[in-house]
């Protein structure tokens, strides 16, 4: 829709036989409607497995509340508990003595500047890395659109140096540089 918006042109539908192109529009497909109807009761056999809500609106069933939470996130939370300088800003935060910076999610979890604090759990901090830095949709990206993409979601004290010395130490990354 953002793309068509850039777009001034005026759409006309033209019926049946005054169309002399055949498009998708002017098509009836009931074999396809009729097998979507036997999908949707094979589906809600499978999101009843997952225990996802499921409501009946209008014309048939609608997944209406989908809520996943990434479990080296639910482990960074746990881990804030065991760490010294988290523990002493929770305190803060509850006394108000801290600034705006920081704060306390629902889960217990701080975060400062509203991402999520990495406690000084050198384990959780290199499985962070790898996972960000080995992911499918990334495949080695350098220093720079590594600390980009972390910083959206993730702080610790040094991120940006111990992204440079992760990227640093990666054999792939060494072997593969591009010649300017």
Same mark, same amino acid.
């Given at each position: 829709?953002? @793309?068509?918006?850039? *777009?001034?042109?005026?759409?006309? *539908?033209?019926?049946?036989?005054?169309?002399?192109?055949?498009?998708?529009?002017?098509?009836?497909?009931?074999?396809?409607?009729?097998?979507?109807?036997?999908?949707?009761?094979?589906?809600?056999?499978?999101?009843?497995?997952?225990?996802?809500?499921?409501?009946?609106?209008?014309?048939?069933?609608?997944? *209406?509340?989908?809520? @996943?939470?990434?479990?080296?996130?639910?482990?960074?939370?746990?881990?804030?508990?065991?760490?010294?300088?988290?523990?002493?800003?929770?305190?803060?935060?509850?006394?108000?003595?801290?600034?705006? =910076?920081?704060?306390?999610?629902?889960?217990?979890?701080?975060?400062?500047?509203?991402?999520?604090?990495?406690?000084?759990?050198?384990?959780?901090?290199?499985?962070?890395?790898?996972?960000?830095?080995?992911?499918? +949709?990334?495949?080695?990206?350098? =220093?720079?659109?590594? *600390?980009?993409?972390?910083?959206?979601?993730?702080?610790? +004290?040094?991120?940006?140096?111990?992204?440079?010395?992760?990227?640093?130490?990666?054999?792939?990354?060494?072997?593969?540089?591009?010649?300017?």
């Amino acid at each position: 829709m953002e @793309t068509l918006e850039d *777009y001034d042109f005026a759409l006309h *539908y033209h019926p049946g036989k005054a169309n002399v192109v055949v498009d998708a529009l002017s098509r009836k497909s009931f074999g396809q409607l009729s097998s979507l109807e036997l999908r949707e009761f094979e589906m809600h056999a499978v999101i009843e497995d997952f225990e996802l809500c499921l409501g009946l609106e209008g014309h048939g069933p609608c997944l *209406y509340s989908i809520s @996943t939470r990434p479990m080296v996130i639910q482990r960074i939370v746990e881990a804030q508990v065991h760490d010294e300088f988290l523990e002493k800003v929770k305190a803060q935060l509850v006394a108000g003595e801290i600034d705006e =910076n920081w704060s306390m999610y629902e889960d217990g979890s701080v975060r400062f500047k509203g991402r999520l604090c990495v406690p000084k759990d050198v384990k959780l901090r290199n499985e962070l890395l790898a996972d960000a830095h080995r992911a499918k +949709s990334t495949i080695h990206p350098g =220093n720079t659109k590594m *600390y980009q993409d972390l910083k959206r979601q993730f702080w610790w +004290s040094g991120m940006k140096r111990d992204i440079a010395q992760f990227v640093a130490n990666c054999q792939i990354c060494q072997q593969v540089k591009a010649e300017h």
